[in-house]
């Protein structure tokens, strides 16, 4: 295989062992080499909210379950009340 692909067999080994990546020629070489083809294809993510930068917008559903699990989260650590505050607070009127 690694013959077929012009590379060596210790860079084939780094691959199949995730030590290393190999570029997008090289897949398409060893693609072809084992009777494959590459094939890239780009569809639309589920929901077409992106932000700026690229990322995936969360669904309402995601968040939620994102402030429940901060929430419950939040619970695992013991209160304790103390009083009253250290300083007072300072009123506006």
């Known amino acids: 295989m690694a013959a077929r692909a012009g590379t060596s067999q210790p860079v084939i080994s780094a691959y199949e062992?995730?030590?290393r990546d190999p570029t997008v020629s090289t897949l398409r070489r060893l693609l072809r080499a084992a009777?494959?083809?590459l094939a890239?294809?780009?569809t639309p993510l589920p929901t077409a909210e992106l932000?700026?930068?690229?990322r995936r917008a969360l669904s309402d559903e995601q968040?939620?379950?994102m402030l429940a699990d901060l929430l419950v989260f939040?619970?695992?650590f013991p209160f304790r009340r103390t009083g009253e505050l250290a300083f007072p607070r300072i009123s506006s009127s």
């Open 17 to 19: 062992h995730g030590r």
């Open 51 to 54: 932000h700026r930068d690229g």
């Open 40 to 42: 890239i294809d780009a």
């Open 74 to 76: 939040g619970e695992a």
């Open 63 to 65: 968040r939620g379950a």
């Open 35 to 37: 009777g494959q083809y």
